[in-house]
């Protein structure tokens, strides 16, 4: 728990108390858009060819 109170403390200092926020929004907009991205390829992918029986 110290560590996660010194890395916030940290943060806070480097990039201040009005910029987090935007941080946090773009951090959540960048995950969003890995997700989708992902979900695409695996939606993308082509179907197996189908083996024709004899």
């Known amino acids: 728990m110290q560590e996660i109170l010194v890395l916030a403390l940290i943060i806070l200092l480097l990039f201040g108390g ?3 926020p935007e941080l946090m929004k773009g951090l959540g907009k960048g995950v ?17 060819p189908k083996k024709k029986d004899e």
């Open 32 to 48: 969003k858009s890995f997700k989708d991205g992902m979900n695409g390829k695996i939606e993308d992918e082509p179907e197996a």
């Open 18 to 20: 009005k910029k987090i």
